[in-house]
């Protein structure tokens, strides 16, 4: 009946948009900084989240507003220490996760990742963390791979040297093979070599769902109407040749002690065989993207005229010192961790539920169910007493003792607390020995097809990637510079 009398449905939809402007002006969110315009909608942050763009539109909020902005009728940014300490260490775990993480379930079970109460992950974290204790990582049967894998990746590049080589493609395949040993070793890959191996990258690194999974976490119901069309512009989430490759390993018994496999195959933990397979795939794809991307973000920032005197301070270090362990070179860990702050793998917030009761964040009172979060991009740039001149790459800051403590704690590029990365220094030491490797050979230098517009990063959900998905360099022997620079 509301429906054929246009004057009852017009006064009934002018009382639902009063109730809804009344309980916005009355939130107790309107005295936090931020725009307006976010006091009563979101739609500007989800137009900057189908744009890829959600990042820098966040961190330019904080740039206008400070450490702490209200972002959208629910949720608020923090770039803080404060906020960081509170919202992800707080009782050691922090605050829940919210929904946004059930886009990153795998055959349809929750992983490490994607738990979202602090007691589900630490069950699971206690199966899972020892392979990734630093302790495991550093075993010889371990660090030979990744070591393995360095080589391979310097002879493939050392095939194109005098031309431009691809090192999106090849230090994604690195990222891949280094991460699929750490898992299931003797079943991973060896997409540096074998180009069937490289289609599994690749149908995993180009991933074009975007848009697609942004619906389906805001709108399932809509989703599930429109989702047929939909996929035919923005395609959801497929990988059937990764999923052969898990599927395939985690029903092989007999994975070397080290791996990841070994452990969950353990029948303490009472795991099926799609739990694990869940669980590797999950990682898998973590382990490609991020040390794949912060990689080549890092090694084409150093390419660049003004960064080869990091280049070269670098390779004095590494040609001086060629005995030492990869971990015990300080202008190398200086590089990765500068490289980290300005270029973090993942760069964008990661969501989390204010608990009963709400919570003081920052002098700010935010009450229970609201979305609070940080972003590595900001909490890296915006406290400028802690990081001078946040957009000049400079190693060097991370070699002075004034402010180190103060830069550790604001460091955000793993997260923080007991759901930060697990697999943290797994990717260390495969960042730093493949630096490693290629420094004390080669000089680097951007290719002349490549522009600034094409290492623009562009936000993938829980990851970032050059825009244009490539990054070509110029691989120069270091016998043979002068014929090249």
Same mark, same amino acid.
């Given at each position: ?72 009728? *629910? ?11 509170? #919202?992800? /260490? +707080?009782?050691? &775990?922090?605050?829940? !996760? ?113 848009? *697609? ?11 599930? #109407?429109? /989702? +047929?069309?939909? &996929?035919?512009?923005? !395609? ?250």
């Amino acid at each position: 009946m509301l429906l054929l009398n246009p004057p009852l449905l017009a006064a009934a939809c002018f009382i639902i948009a009063i109730l809804y402007v009344y309980r916005c002006v009355t939130s107790p969110l309107r005295s936090l900084p931020g725009p307006r315009t976010s006091l009563f909608s979101s739609w500007v942050l989800k137009y900057r989240e189908f744009r890829a763009d959600r990042t820098r539109y966040v961190h330019h909020l904080h740039q206008r507003y400070g450490l702490v902005v209200r972002i959208a009728p *629910n949720e608020v940014s923090f770039a803080s220490l404060e906020g960081v300490k509170e #919202i992800y /260490g +707080s009782g050691g &775990s922090g605050y829940d !996760k919210t929904e946004f993480y059930n886009l990153f379930t795998v055959y349809g079970r929750r992983t490490m990742f994607s738990t979202l109460n602090k007691e589900d992950h630490a069950r699971r974290k206690r199966v899972l963390a020892d392979r990734y204790a630093n302790s495991n990582i550093l075993k010889s049967n371990s660090l030979d791979g990744i070591r393995e894998r360095s080589r391979r990746f310097v002879e493939r590049c050392s095939r194109h040297v005098g031309g431009g080589v691809d090192l999106f493609i090849c230090l994604h395949d690195y990222a891949f093979d280094c991460v699929t040993h750490h898992l299931f070793h003797p079943y991973g890959s060896d997409s540096l070599r074998d180009p069937k191996d490289e289609e599994i990258m690749k149908q995993v690194t180009f991933d074009d769902s975007l848009q *697609n999974r942004l619906v389906q976490y805001y709108n399932p119901t809509l989703h599930g #109407i429109i /989702g +047929s069309v939909l &996929s035919l512009f923005s !395609k959801p989430r497929q990988t059937p040749l990764a999923d052969d490759l898990v599927i395939s390993a985690t029903a092989k018994t007999g994975p070397a002690q080290f791996t990841l496999l070994s452990r969950m195959q353990d029948k303490n933990y009472n795991m099926t065989q799609i739990d694990m397979a869940a669980e590797c795939l999950d990682h898998m794809a973590a382990g490609i993207d991020t040390t794949g991307d912060a990689l080549c973000f890092l090694m084409w920032q150093i390419s660049q005229p003004g960064s080869l005197h990091v280049q070269e301070r670098l390779r004095e270090e590494l040609l001086t010192n060629p005995e030492s362990s990869f971990d015990k070179l300080p202008y190398l860990d200086a590089v990765v961790s500068e490289g980290l702050r300005c270029f973090p793998a993942i760069p964008m917030s990661l969501p989390r539920y204010v608990p009963p009761g709400g919570r003081t964040i920052d002098g700010y009172f935010i009450p229970e169910g609201t979305i609070v979060s940080c972003q590595a991009y900001s909490a890296h740039r915006i406290d400028e007493a802690v990081f001078p001149q946040p957009d000049t790459f400079n190693p060097d800051r991370w070699l002075q003792e004034a402010g180190e403590l103060d830069r550790k704690r604001l460091f955000f590029a793993f997260a923080s607390g007991g759901r930060g990365c697990v697999g943290k220094h797994l990717a260390l030491a495969e960042m730093k020995i493949l630096l490693r490797d290629v420094y004390s050979r080669f000089v680097t230098v951007p290719d002349s097809s490549m522009t600034a517009e094409d290492m623009e990063m562009s936000d993938q959900l829980i990851s970032s990637q050059p825009r244009g998905t490539k990054c070509l360099l110029r691989l120069v022997p270091l016998d043979g510079r002068e014929r090249y620079l």
